[in-house]
């Protein structure tokens, strides 16, 4: 072989080698020219639903890096076990966890401020053991761990809120889909109320103007919105199995109006009939009308 | 040597009362799982009497018949070696130098006529025994005084340190915090109405050992005169060899004043702590078992053991001869933990140790002072402004040790009425200031919800029409559990509360006709 044959095979060789590379850089753009806004995803088992819909997004890779602290927040608001629908699903919030350590993350934290007693809350939604086995660093709310945050919002003019999601490098929201009585349906941007210090029932008064004010403060990088099981009535306790349907479904996206929007159409609502997420729309949090949206349904 | 494993076995003791009392905490589950009550399942004198003043059997009496044959035959060896409250005087005792005990012996009686004065008023019914009894109070006094009081200075110590934040420092010091809250620390900061005064009583009970050693053992304690009779012809006895030659040692070092007179030994008094065995100069004193010599009779003296059991009597209708007693009289607060019995049965069978009080979950659980009248102090009240009743929750019924508080399944403890809540549309922010607000409606746990929310236009000062949800409560639904005033927003006063009309354990204390379909 001569040196200029060598070259040649050479720089063939090489290319070949590389190809694979190109190719998944190739498909990574025309991912990304696709632009998938809400990724939606059915099956029966909920840790692969919930990895799938977050691939159709480009993986946890896109939104966790290496070093990363990240809060993950799901509702564990109440004294339920997972089949009653009043707290978040705890194989979705393992397997959140999980990918998030896989992403490369530092340390995953895993909280809610709870209504009823935290430590039934924690352990009899499941949420505890599953997140721990995953790895999470899952804890009670510190009292003393709360910072005043200037709003200057629609409602709220400041709030304490927890310090773990303000210095948070990335944070997770993991709401569950429910029925309110006030603002109808409990979805992701209601799940703040978990990070809200103080005597946080009286934003009751002012309900919609309030949780735009929040969920601005708070700016998610993700939301994986659990309507694995839903709870139709009787929420946001819920206690009776008739209450609950099963939709066997996540949708994940990084806007949480347009999330809610999508939410509100699992109850045969639209997005316009949710005062917070009108409000948090006209307020340039995101977007409400769901036809704007690329909205990807897969089934697993 | 022995004294070294008395001292060994009082240890143990020690610790295992402590890390049950540690136990008796919510961890989440449904069950506790530890035997929180063993200690009190094992006293003789809540047993006895809780018979005669309950006429029930508490779950675990076998285990009290334990301690009472092994008394008969071993003697006071409970209060030398078991008791904790015993050890902890033991304890405080050794700031006080011993001496022999001379003429207080006379004050021994005093324990045998508060226990008849306990046994004739449980005889009537009244059940004094809880106030008395060593264990019954130390586990009040540590539930609703000590070990919040410990809890609070070690809070305050560590918070301290995090607000003032020196680097370095905090993190060490919230690394021990950590340490601390997993191992001894309680899950969140327990506070009680009268923890003072409850602690203040269990401080001077340690405090009498400056007076006299072992004061509360030797002179008061009701279960150390059940026990002391018990073992009066126990077979373990001291005998004095040739050697002895009364000078006197062992007098002035014997816990239970039992040795006087030189030579002189009462049974009923020995605790067996063995230090007359050890520290005897002439190696006179032993221990062993014996048939030989009666010993000598009980002298209380006729007419104050008279005066005593008739006391006891008394005291029934003095305490008795309240406004309480009046039929249809209900204090509308008494709101009682779930499963509890008919008022006038839960008196009877309640000991006041405050167990139930220690384990609640939301701290609801509080001490009454008169609530109850003077015979039901210190029995469980839910207070829902400081805490409610949790719904799923059941550990009352589970740490109760006589039944005064049944232990419920789950369902059926989902299905008793503490009480019911009404609204005060005064206060209430949609009915009376054209506010919306639905904290009550959203907490209420049971499906369908008791609360429910009736949609109706209100006009604001301006004339503005307002549309708000007033929230109602479905007197068939509502349980009582409080939880809508432990959120109700209004502060001080609550909009929403509760009072213990509808209590499933009153036949007399209701409102809607029987069986009236809605």
Redesign the interface.
């Known amino acids: 072989m001569n040196r200029r044959g060598f070259l040649k095979n050479t720089a063939v060789v090489g290319a070949g080698l590389t190809l694979p590379g190109a190719c998944g850089l190739v498909f990574r753009v025309l991912e990304a020219s696709e632009r998938v806004d809400l990724a939606v995803a059915q099956g029966a088992a909920p840790s692969q639903i919930t990895r799938a819909a977050i691939d159709v997004l480009g993986g946890m890779k896109r939104f966790v890096t290496k070093g990363d602290v990240v809060v993950v927040k799901p509702n564990i608001g109440w004294d339920r076990t997972p089949e009653y629908a009043a707290t978040t699903n705890p194989e979705v919030v393992g397997t959140i966890v999980k990918m998030c350590y896989e992403a490369g993350a530092k340390k995953v934290r895993v909280f809610d401020r709870t209504v009823s007693d935290s430590r039934r809350c924690y352990k009899q939604s499941g949420i505890a053991d599953a997140a721990g086995a995953a790895g999470a660093e899952v804890s009670h709310i510190d009292d003393r761990k709360y910072r005043d945050v200037k709003m200057n919002g629609l409602a709220l003019k400041s709030w304490p809120l927890y310090a773990d999601v303000l210095e948070a490098d990335k944070v997770i929201n993991v709401p569950i889909a429910k029925d309110h009585g006030l603002s109808k349906l409990t979805l992701a941007m209601k799940n703040w109320m978990g990070v809200m210090g103080g005597w946080r029932s009286r934003i009751h008064q002012n309900i919609d103007e309030s949780l735009v004010d929040i969920a601005r403060a708070v700016k998610p990088t993700l939301t994986v919105l659990d309507a694995v099981r839903i709870l139709t009535a009787n929420g946001p306790t819920g206690g009776s199995l008739s209450d609950v349907k099963r939709l066997n479904l996540v949708a994940v996206g990084t806007d949480q109006v347009a999330i809610d929007s999508f939410g509100a159409t699992l109850f045969g609502f639209k997005g316009s009939d949710l005062g917070y997420v009108r409000l948090g729309a006209k307020a340039g949090l995101g977007v409400m009308d769901l036809a704007k949206l690329k909205i990807k349904k897969i089934q697993v | 040597m022995i004294k070294n494993i008395r001292r060994a076995s009082q240890a143990i003791f020690l610790f295992l009362f402590l890390f049950l009392f540690r136990q008796t905490e919510?961890?989440?589950?449904d069950d506790l799982g530890y035997p929180v009550r063993l200690f009190l399942d094992f006293d003789p004198l809540v047993f006895i009497t809780t018979v005669l003043a309950s006429h029930t059997v508490p779950l675990a009496f076998y285990l009290s018949v334990i301690l009472i044959v092994f008394t008969i035959f071993l003697g006071r060896v409970f209060c030398g070696w078991v008791c904790p409250l015993g050890t902890l005087n033991n304890m405080m005792g050794t700031l006080r130098k011993a001496r022999p005990i001379g003429d207080r012996r006379r004050l021994y009686r005093w324990k045998y006529y508060i226990l008849l004065f306990i046994l004739a008023a449980s005889l009537f019914r009244l059940h004094l025994t809880g106030i008395l009894d060593p264990l019954s109070l130390l586990i009040r006094s540590l539930s609703a005084s000590i070990y919040p009081l410990f809890n609070y200075a070690v809070r305050s110590f560590f918070?301290t340190i995090?607000?003032w934040n020196p680097p370095i420092i905090v993190q060490g010091s919230e690394f021990l915090y950590d340490l601390l809250k997993r191992s001894v620390l309680a899950?969140e900061q327990p506070l009680f109405v009268q923890s003072a005064f409850i602690g203040l009583l269990f401080l001077a009970v340690l405090g009498l050992n400056l007076i006299e050693r072992r004061f509360w053992c030797k002179f008061l304690c009701p279960l150390g005169a059940l026990l002391g009779i018990l073992s009066r012809y126990a077979l373990l006895r001291r005998s004095l060899g040739e050697g002895c030659d009364a000078c006197g040692a062992c007098e002035t070092i014997c816990q239970g004043g039992a040795i006087h007179d030189g030579d002189r030994w009462e049974s009923g008094e020995c605790l067996y702590c063995m230090n007359c065995d050890d520290l005897c100069p002439r190696n006179a004193v032993s221990f062993g078992f014996s048939t030989r010599g009666t010993p000598a009779a009980l002298n209380l003296g006729r007419r104050n053991v008279l005066i005593a059991f008739a006391s006891g009597i008394v005291s029934v209708p003095l305490i008795r001869t309240t406004a309480h007693s009046k039929p249809g009289y209900v204090n509308p607060r008494l709101i009682r933990p779930p499963g509890a019995l008919e008022e006038r049965e839960f008196l009877r069978a309640c000991i006041k140790c405050g167990e139930c009080m220690k384990v609640c979950?939301?701290n609801g659980l509080q001490p009454t002072l008169l609530e109850a009248g003077l015979e039901g102090i210190w029995s469980p009240i839910l207070i829902p402004r400081i805490g409610y009743c949790?719904?799923?929750?059941t550990l009352c019924g589970q740490v109760c040790p006589t039944g005064a508080i049944a232990r419920l399944k789950l369902e059926a403890k989902q299905q008793v009425k503490v009480g019911l809540a009404m609204i005060d549309e005064g206060r209430c922010?949609p009915y009376a200031h054209a506010?919306?607000?639905?904290?009550c409606?959203?907490?209420?746990?049971?499906?369908?919800?008791a609360i429910w929310?009736e949609e109706t236009n209100v006009r604001n000062r301006e004339g503005r029409v307002i549309r708000v949800?007033r929230p109602r409560v479905d007197l068939e639904l509502c349980i009582g559990c409080g939880?809508c005033e432990t959120?109700c927003?209004v502060?001080g006063q609550p909009a929403i509360y509760v009072t213990n009309v509808g209590e499933s354990r009153s036949k007399t204390n209701q409102l809607l006709l029987p069986g009236a379909a809605k």
């Open positions: 919510s961890k989440g589950y918070d995090f607000h899950f979950i939301t949790e719904y799923r929750c922010l506010t919306p607000c639905i904290v409606q959203e907490a209420c746990p049971t499906s369908p919800k929310l949800k939880i959120l927003p502060m």
